[in-house]
């Protein structure tokens, strides 16, 4: 589950809003890294990044993006049962799958650094895979809009989620398994439920001071 998780730089918001568009800025900063990787693909490494040849790299096109959000350890350590949305931090960063013929094989992920978007990560084919199959499969039973989603990281717990806001609030679907927590994979539970369930293993694991 760690491989899930890259870097991340913590910057606080309030309540993810319920749409999320995003810049043209950051698209365009996408698009130019996901032309220049194109040729570096080869046969060697192709499969390892979620092409089935080179010659995909050169037909990608990006899918409709997710900011990213995340929840910091210390706050999931005094969570009590309060407006989940009031925990995520934005990290001013936005993931854009990549897709071939509709299908998803690689992401490519930007961040914003005082003004200016650059390409933080690219590759990623299991978790590019996982975000995409669960939000269909969330838009199929929620009836939500694709833009309605954004991706969530606990990254103290190794965890991440694909997240949106329903009808009674913020709704979370782990990517992965985690039965220690009563989680499953794609299976949409209520924030609130599942922080209080986070908050107790949060509270066992120890802050990491710099």
């Known amino acids: 589950m760690k491989n899930l998780l890259l870097s991340a730089c913590l910057l606080v918001l309030g309540t993810a809003p319920a749409s999320l568009a995003q810049p043209d800025e950051a698209r365009a900063a996408a698009a130019r890294t996901l032309q220049d990787f194109a040729g570096r693909v080869s046969a060697s490494n192709a499969r390892s990044l979620g092409f089935q040849g080179p010659e995909e ?15 910091s350890l210390e706050q999931l350590q005094r969570y009590q049962g309060e407006d989940p949305g009031r925990l995520l931090l934005e990290l001013h960063r936005v993931v ?17 650094t005082r003004g200016r978007w650059e390409t933080v990560q690219i590759g990623g084919a299991q978790k590019s895979r996982l975000l995409e199959k669960h939000r269909r499969g969330v838009m199929r039973t929620a009836g939500a809009r694709a833009s309605d989603f954004f991706e969530l990281r606990v990254p103290a717990l190794h965890l991440v989620f694909l997240a949106h806001h329903g009808a009674e609030g913020l709704v979370v679907t782990p990517l992965l398994d985690e039965a220690s927590l009563g989680l499953r994979a794609g299976q949409p539970e209520l924030a609130s439920q599942v ?5 107790p293993r949060a509270r066992e694991t120890p802050l990491l001071v710099p």
Do not use: K, N
């Open 57 to 71: 790299a050169g037909t990608g096109t990006l899918g409709e993006p997710l900011a990213v959000f995340m929840v």
């Open 96 to 112: 854009y799958p990549v897709q071939v013929e509709g299908e998803v094989r690689s992401l490519v992920e930007v961040q914003s």
């Open 195 to 199: 922080f209080s369930r986070l908050a």
